[in-house]
């Protein structure tokens, strides 16, 4: 790997073509992964990936003009301390604004990066291209808050914004909301019933952290192989196991470390503090993103809630 400082201008100059080209078709890859659900966005992307295609032409022809034909191979990887952009399966996704927010931060950097190549330049057509290059790329957060005004009106964003609200609940409050209240409410019972058939903290702390792990691996392995997304559009079956198995084991451990206390009275008391503020949480989430009405959800929530947990001291104190 070389050292930027270490460049000819031949290769700057190639390296820039070889940027250009990268993020034409990492915009290109934008716009395709959000066309089905962001069409307005999708626009936007192309438009761009269009931009950069003509700054790689103009690159290339003074390229011609300077070294020929043949342009050699030097890419961002080979570099050292030069821009590495995630795969563009892990940005697709975290949603349409968490692209656009990537986006201008590609737009950040290569400006940055045409600003060094410039300064490091003698040959005066190469040092004004590049420079106006640079100029070009820090134009491009207007030229994106346009071709959004153009391509995305209001009801489109409004729809849009819509639209990514869904998926984030179908992709992860709903996984989220199951595994944490599974884990919240089905591990009441071993735990409540260990702590008052023993009387100790320290049983009812092994028995909740077996049924908080034990609950979140099987939870996390159902939900990642109930289905795969395709048909759905709940997103990767992984990334859902994932979601739910954590939330699963967050929802059991929390009303079973505060048997780590050994007064068992006091850890009693904390533990059904800890208890109700779960279903208070597991309340508010039905209401905020589930559209539960909140009288509604808070009697659902605290009746189930309520008799699980009866049922655990009724078993432990037989």
Not at 55 to 71: D, M, P, S, T, V
Not at 232 to 251: F, S
Request: aromatic share 8%; with cysteine; net charge negative.
């Amino acid at each position: 790997m070389r050292n930027f400082s270490d460049l000819s201008e031949k290769e700057i100059l190639a390296l820039a073509i070889s940027n250009e080209e990268e993020d034409s078709r990492i915009y290109a890859d934008f716009a395709e992964g959000l066309r089905q659900d962001y069409p307005g966005s999708s626009k936007v992307f192309d438009e761009m990936a269009l931009e950069e295609g003509e700054h790689r032409r103009r690159l290339i022809e003074l390229y011609r003009q300077k070294f020929g034909e043949h342009i050699v191979l030097v890419r961002r990887q080979d570099v050292g301390g030069f821009v590495k952009h995630r795969p563009i399966w892990q940005i697709r996704s975290l949603g349409v604004d968490k692209v656009r927010q990537e986006a201008e931060v590609m737009e950040a950097e290569t400006q940055q990066f045409y600003r060094r190549a410039a300064s490091r330049t003698t040959d005066a057509s190469i040092r004004k291209l590049l420079g106006d290059l640079a100029e070009a790329e820090a134009q491009h957060e207007q030229t994106a808050e346009r071709l959004v005004a153009e391509n995305v009106p209001a009801g489109t964003r409004a729809a849009e914004e819509a639209t990514s609200r869904r998926i984030f609940v179908l992709r992860v409050v709903q996984p989220g909301l199951a595994g944490l209240m599974d884990g919240s409410v089905s591990t009441l019972a071993p735990v409540f019933a260990a702590a008052f058939a023993t009387g100790k903290s320290s049983d009812a702390l092994l028995v909740g952290l077996a049924a908080s792990l034990g609950a979140g691996i099987s939870m996390g392995f159902a939900e990642a192989l109930s289905d795969n997304g395709s048909l759905t559009g709940r997103g990767a079956p992984w990334m859902r196991g994932l979601i739910c198995g954590l939330m699963t084991t967050l929802g059991g451990i929390g009303h079973t470390l505060p048997f780590f206390i050994h007064d068992f009275w006091t850890a009693m008391a904390v533990a059904m503090a800890v208890v109700i503020a779960e279903l208070a949480v597991i309340t508010w989430i039905r209401w905020r993103y589930m559209d539960t009405p909140p009288l509604s959800a808070a009697m659902q929530v605290g009746f189930g809630g309520a008799l699980v947990f009866l049922t655990g001291i009724l078993i432990g104190s037989s």
